[in-house]
């Protein structure tokens, strides 16, 4: 079983996008720690099956971050359980979970289910606006869902997601200040080697997702910039 809790850097591919096995092979070659599978919408069956078998031709850890049920198939290493902790609506917080283990308990090998707790702070992004998040937090506000995550939940993983914008580098200070078990993630926006390294400064795991399909030769460069400058 792969040890998530060290890798520092992590690619996320949209199963909705479009990818040809030239710009797969750098991808998984890269020498990223994994590969994360996951979107917020129109998220397909056949699209989680076709990007798991054509990452499987590479030794690269590959983790579906489950956004809807349909589109789950077994074989991926783990599976990444999203929970919205700035969701106005329980649904996306833990009603949906609920639903999912009504269903499908007898199915799921809980080794393999991760459970990361989102605090999304781009309204703009789709998830932001799927789930009604309240992004328009004080960094006190910001801070008190990490310790939320690890000092009652204790969450594996707390994600800071910015998706499609990059965000604060002070937020991303502030918070892994009071994180000494879970996790820190932080993805949005990084689309140079630079800001890669800024953010890894303070988080554990930075996810570069669509610099992929923008520039695929920068998209390369953060996993370099990670590997020589990880500090953390
Ligand atoms: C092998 C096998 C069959 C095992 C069984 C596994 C199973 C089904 C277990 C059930 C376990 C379980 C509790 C599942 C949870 C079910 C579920 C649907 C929960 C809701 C998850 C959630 C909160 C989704 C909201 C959207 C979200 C936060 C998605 C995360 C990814 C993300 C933020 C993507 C970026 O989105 P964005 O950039 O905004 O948009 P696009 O990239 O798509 O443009
Ligand atoms: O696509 P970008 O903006 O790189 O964000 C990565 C990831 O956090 C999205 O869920
Ligand atoms: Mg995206």
Known sequence: MYDYSQWNHIFKLDPNKEISDDELEKICESGTDAI????TDDVTLDATISLLVRIRRYAVPCILEVSNLEAVTPGYDFYFIPTVLNSNDPKWIIGMHQQAMKEFAHLVHAEELVMEGYCILNEDCKAAK???AVTDLSIEDIVAYAEVSEQLLKLPIFYLEYS??????QVVEEVSTVLNNTKLFYGGGISSAQQAIEMKQFAD????????YDNLQEALLTVKAV??????
């Open 36 to 39: 994360l599978v996951g979107g």
């Open 130 to 132: 799927l789930t009604s």
């Open 164 to 169: 499609g914008t990059y965000g604060s580098p």
């Open 205 to 212: 795991t930075i996810v570069v997702g669509n610099i992929i």
């Open 227 to 232: 590997k020589e400058g990880a500090t953390k």
